[in-house]
């Protein structure tokens, strides 16, 4: 499959890769938004939160959880983050293989969008 994330996840091309398990990879955004930039995606090719299944929420569980681990690793636990996933093309997304970034390291928008 021709998904960039999924080349990520099989280490068929190279990310800045601060954490991964059997479910869970993360690594640091290529056009960082902010200081702290970081996605958190699972191994499966999930398109984007729509098809996300009852069966997967602790999928979401666990990225958050992570997401939240590596705020404290990259010094912005205590300062301020963001949990952004998002979703469509109106919603900004991208690149179609679910993923939630972890903003943090400079005052952010106030405003969502
Ligand atoms: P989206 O707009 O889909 O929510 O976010 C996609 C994110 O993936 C963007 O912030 C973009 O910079 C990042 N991205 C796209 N291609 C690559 C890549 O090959 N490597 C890394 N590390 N990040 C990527
Ligand atoms: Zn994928």
Same mark, same amino acid.
């Given at each position: 499959?021709? /998904?960039?994330? /999924? ?32 996605l958190i ?10 098809e996300l ?26 300062s301020g ?5 998002? /979703? ?26």
């Open positions: 499959m021709d /998904c960039v994330f /999924c080349k990520i996840a099989a280490s068929e091309i190279p990310a800045d890769i601060l954490y991964q398990d059997e479910q869970v990879i993360a690594f640091r955004d290529i056009n960082p938004q902010a200081p702290v930039h970081v995606i699972p191994r499966k090719h999930i398109p984007s939160v729509v299944s009852e069966a997967e929420s602790s999928l979401v569980e666990n990225m958050v959880s992570i997401a939240n681990q590596l705020a404290v690793k990259e010094g912005v636990s205590e983050y963001r949990l952004v996933i998002n /979703c469509g093309e109106q919603g900004g997304q991208l690149v179609p293989h679910l993923h939630l970034h972890l903003l943090g390291g400079r005052q952010l928008a106030g405003e969502l969008g």
